[in-house]
């Protein structure tokens, strides 16, 4: 007989439908026997913030019930519109939140906006506890003049677009121009970097929408300039993702060696992965390339810089005021060491020229409903290990917890230590005790104002369609871009 390997489901499925000796609660129920009712929570955000607090939550516990809202209509959030469409292994953790979905206990409640179609209070009127995981949806302004001219784009709007994010599908970069300017370094502005100076070809079999990639075989762009208000010893981009930059096919580096300038006796102090990235970074600016690298970089037609030293200061236009024409950087230097160091502009100032300018200067969460607390100045829902300040019962996770930082491993370890810190409290009696209705009464609450939301059964209707019209073209999948057309393909 073959061995099977049991997930957590099938194990939990077992431990129900095993009869305990009689007279004896089971011991995996002892903890929650006084809970009547199956404990209903209720998460806001398919990201995987909201995925990992309900996996956590539906393991530990084995009757808890968790619906997920979610206001577009497909799920997975950033792993589907944040993840570049050349890093494919990331998104594996799709399979995880497939197989969470699926549960019994689990339910996906998309095309439903929290704050709008249904508030805060009447989903914690309806459920135990309410868990907000909406991410971060906004991105942080420069604020300098010319921010508005065409050709200024946040970074997150260009990602959203490349991947197929329904408000962004209209985007239209014009991709015409010699010189491109990213502003910030960390690893969406290495992303973006990417995908401009990627070869077309080397994306025509990854997720990228049709539409960005008929774009991005017309660009005309050949330099990039990647540009942080710190040095070398600040970047926020991680070592993978520089690798990928210097590797990168049909492209060569341009580092200026005077930025590196007694980097390597600093370096002896700092914590071993950021000393790695800094030697990765060294070497690239100072070494000679051996003969097949310096082979590789004569034959490019397309380079990469970092500019360090250098602060937003205005975006220049043409000379009809249309267009962008370049960027004025603030020379800067640096106060402090190390990661807490602060840049100072030094008055020296220098304009350089570009026609297309992206903000990657980091994402903002955004209030979702007035009666929940919200810190405006650092973009996070106040809180306490998860547990929303002044709110019983109201908890965070992700990047509205904490701030728009780290990766998805980061989210996963924050997501079940708020998943946690509501068990404790459903244990400890915090919770309301009495039956709450749950979904049946936020269902009626959603037909009486003409909302229908999406089931995860028709997210896998949708997916369905995405991976057939892909396959023809080799691609993974093709993205639904237009949420009218997914819901006529749904039959609505």
């Known amino acids: 007989m073959a061995l099977r390997c049991w997930s957590w489901w099938h194990w939990s499925a077992w431990r129900r439908t095993r009869p305990p000796p009689a007279g004896r609660t089971p011991s995996f129920l002892q903890q929650f026997s006084t809970q009547e009712q199956p404990p209903q929570i209720c998460v806001v955000g398919s990201g995987p913030a909201g995925f990992y607090t309900a996996q956590h939550l539906l393991k530990h516990h084995p009757r808890a019930h968790v619906d997920i809202y979610e206001k577009q209509l497909v799920p997975f959030g950033?792993?589907?519109?944040?993840?570049?469409?050349?890093?494919?292994?990331?998104?594996?953790?799709?399979?995880?939140?497939?197989?969470?979905?699926?549960?019994?206990?689990?339910?996906?409640?998309?095309?439903?906006?929290?704050?709008?179609?249904?508030?805060?209070s009447e989903l914690q009127a309806a459920y135990h506890a309410v868990v907000l995981s909406y991410g971060a949806e906004d991105h942080q302004a420069l604020e300098i003049p010319g921010e508005e001219l065409p050709g200024?784009?946040?970074?997150?709007?260009?990602?959203?677009?490349?991947?197929?994010?329904?408000?962004?599908?209209?985007?239209a970069p014009d991709l015409s121009c010699d010189t491109a300017v990213i502003l910030g370094q960390g690893n969406v502005a290495l992303d973006v970097?990417?995908?401009?100076?990627?070869?077309?070809?080397?994306?025509?079999?990854?997720?990228?929408?049709e539409a960005a990639l008929g774009v991005?075989?017309?660009s005309r762009v050949k330099t990039v300039w990647i540009v942080g208000r710190r040095g070398p010893l600040q970047v926020a981009f991680t070592?993978?993702?520089?690798?990928?930059?210097?590797?990168?096919?049909?492209?060569?580096?341009?580092?200026?060696?005077?930025?590196f300038l007694g980097l390597q006796d600093r370096i002896k102090e700092v914590p071993r992965q950021r000393k790695r990235l800094t030697e990765l970074l060294l070497r690239t600016?100072?070494?000679?390339?051996?003969?097949?690298?310096?082979?590789?970089r004569a034959l490019a037609s397309r380079t990469w810089g970092l500019r360090f030293f250098r602060s937003p200061q205005q975006v220049l236009s043409s000379p009809d005021g249309r267009q962008v024409a370049g960027?004025?950087?603030?020379?800067?230097?640096?106060?402090?060491?190390?990661?807490?160091?602060?840049?100072?502009?030094?008055?020296?100032?220098?304009?350089?020229?570009?026609?297309?300018?992206?903000s990657s200067v980091g994402y903002k969460s955004r209030p979702i409903d007035p009666s929940v607390p919200f810190d405006p100045k650092r973009g996070v829902i106040p809180n306490m290990e998860g547990r929303v300040v002044d709110v019983p019962g109201l908890y965070c996770s992700g990047w509205v917890k904490r701030g728009p930082t780290g990766v998805i491993a980061t989210t996963m370890?924050?997501?079940?230590?708020?998943?946690?810190?509501?068990?404790?409290?459903?244990?400890?009696?915090?919770?309301?005790?009495?039956?709450?209705?749950?979904?049946?009464?936020?269902?009626?609450?959603?037909?009486?104002?003409g909302v229908r939301p999406v089931s995860f059964l028709d997210w896998e209707k949708l997916d369905a369609e995405e991976v057939s019209r892909g396959k023809g073209a080799g691609k993974p999948r093709e993205k639904l871009l237009d949420p009218q057309e997914m819901l006529r393909l749904l039959g609505r």
């Open 78 to 120: 950033l792993v589907r519109f944040g993840v570049a469409p050349d890093h494919p292994e990331v998104k594996n953790v799709i399979n995880t939140f497939t197989q969470t979905a699926r549960s019994d206990r689990c339910a996906f409640r998309g095309n439903v906006v929290v704050g709008r179609d249904v508030a805060v």
């Open 152 to 171: 200024v784009f946040s970074a997150r709007a260009f990602v959203g677009w490349y991947n197929g994010l329904p408000e962004n599908r209209e985007l």
């Open 193 to 209: 970097a990417r995908i401009l100076l990627t070869p077309p070809e080397h994306l025509e079999k990854t997720d990228i929408t």
């Open 216 to 218: 991005l075989r017309q």
């Open 239 to 259: 070592i993978k993702e520089l690798r990928e930059m210097i590797l990168l096919p049909g492209t060569r580096p341009m580092l200026d060696p005077a930025d």
């Open 285 to 296: 600016a100072t070494e000679k390339p051996g003969v097949e690298e310096a082979a590789r």
């Open 327 to 358: 960027i004025r950087l603030a020379v800067t230097r640096l106060e402090g060491v190390g990661e807490a160091a602060r840049a100072v502009p030094t008055g020296d100032a220098e304009d350089l020229a570009c026609g297309l300018v992206l």
């Open 413 to 449: 370890t924050d997501s079940f230590l708020t998943g946690q810190m509501l068990l404790q409290d459903l244990k400890a009696g915090l919770l309301p005790s009495g039956p709450r209705p749950g979904y049946a009464a936020i269902e009626a609450l959603l037909s009486s104002r």
